[in-house]
């Protein structure tokens, strides 16, 4: 028999809440029989919502929660003080075992900080890093850390990769995934004086498959499977992704648009060129789950739409089938046993 | 009467030395009557290459340099050791002052090492970033530095703005430009240690249209004229560019060659997609120079040709004639001034 799994979602958090949250949920539930939905927020506004809806009540429950945490909010505080806010409550019932993971689409910060504060860090693990899949011409590699430590040391990125290898394997399927770190070129000397600090760390570092520097440029030729940096050149790289691809696009598209020959060439090539970019585009992916937590936190884009949700809450069936908080801890294990025996 | 430019063109450098240095330099002593190419590199192979063209005997001339340094060696002992390289004696005819610049299209690291050991730094110039012109939607954005100093100080950063701001005005004509730090996320309070530490002497420094952080995203939508970063993030974001649409290009290209309709609209497209590549190519802006010395160094790309290295040319007379050195040396003095008054 399958693990059942229940994830918590924010259904108050992000711009399409909660409408598209709550599509998501029932396209999930749908397809899947092991998944049971929490749905968390304002419960009369989420019953009048559902109601619109076919759905397994069996499968979908609503959690109240009163308060919603907005997006320009100082974080900390936020979760401090909105203590029945729908981020709030439901990282309690991940902490209270009563759910296996949590979503939202609201704010990245306070996830951040609900996800360390509430759900708290996996003893020995000493950060833990947002993970998203970017796309590349392979198909996708893990990005480690987008974002949440901006100011990260060597032990953390050594950890980073660890984390990220575990869960692109048991996740994401992909077998001794490939690590690289991120680096102003190929040579071992290269790089600034994290990175250097780094290199040698990971070298030496037993069950990752180690292979070196990647540039900047190779990433989205798929260069590494696990690709390793701190929070801010992580974060550098989600976004200008996004950015190039955002404005080559809309080059492109300009530039059909001038002769007749090129606008009838466009009605020709518009559905292959759709599917292309469906490809290259991150949202199709999920969520970017937290690593390192003693439970699954996942934060999908603040513009999420079901489908985006639905992949998200599909992803977090095989994060806990996996039992990868569980792959992680042994793996930390076996790290503070190689450092003793050094 | 204008200015005579006088530019040592290392002959050596590059992929394509010495045929496409040596057409890129006819075809600029074409254009520019004030134009002077001194192309550094072996006489009698120069000689031979030379006398295939017609050219301007009085505007293009070789000085002789019997050796070259290639692209894998450690730049410091390759500056040092090749007293007679190319590279060695293009810059010293710069430190002599018998060329107002040099061109090289050959190892990164050892012009970043000779442009600082044998041209020289400008008195009180702490640090000289590389500063090449990025694509933009608008046009273009100047990203200073793109990874001369990978470990750089929050007073270095501030400097890379002032005189990124001066060459984006006086060389590329852009009036008051916008200066961004690159960061993680909009708001002061966000960022790495060294931006928290940049940012509010980016916001007192004078002469300088400081507009805040820029996030990645934005880049390429032409977010800051300005573009400002340690180098480290800098070489991420020039070749994330590069990698980014290199991908996208191939992976749309493919999806135009899987059906007789969508071949039919590449034709029809094709000129229009090959111009919209060509306006989002950074090699269509020439080099890149390293700002801060006492005279004009610059990099153009390892695969440079004849358009590029004329394009590199030509950017020097504009430096020149706009004597940006003696800008950025007043500018220096004007911070040193500031720092005493407080």
Known sequence: MLKPTTVALDAMGGDNAPGEMILGAIEATSLKKELQV????????????????????????????????????????????????????????VKEGKA????????SGAILVGGQIIVGRIKGVDRAPMAPLIPTEKGFSLLVDSGANVDARSSHLVQFAKMGSIYMEHVMGRKNPTVGIVNVGAEEEKGNALVKETFPLLKESKNINFIGSVEAREIPYGGADVVVCEGFTGNVILKLY?????????????????SLKTKIGALLIKGALKDTMKDFDATQYGGAPLLGLNGLVVKTHGNAKAAEVKNTLLQCITFNEQQIAQKIKQSILEEEKENEEK
């Open 100 to 107: 296996d993971a949590f979503v939202s689409a609201g704010s």
């Open 242 to 258: 996004e950015g190039v691809g955002g404005v080559l696009i809309k080059k492109i598209k300009g530039s059909l648009m001038t």
């Open 38 to 93: 929490l749905l968390v927020g304002q419960e009369e506004l989420l019953k009048k919502e559902l109601s619109l809806h076919n759905y397994d009540s069996e499968r979908i429950h609503i959690v109240n929660a009163t308060e919603v945490i907005e997006t320009a909010e100082p974080p900390v505080n936020a979760i401090r003080r909105k203590k029945d806010s729908s981020m709030v409550v439901g990282m309690k019932l």
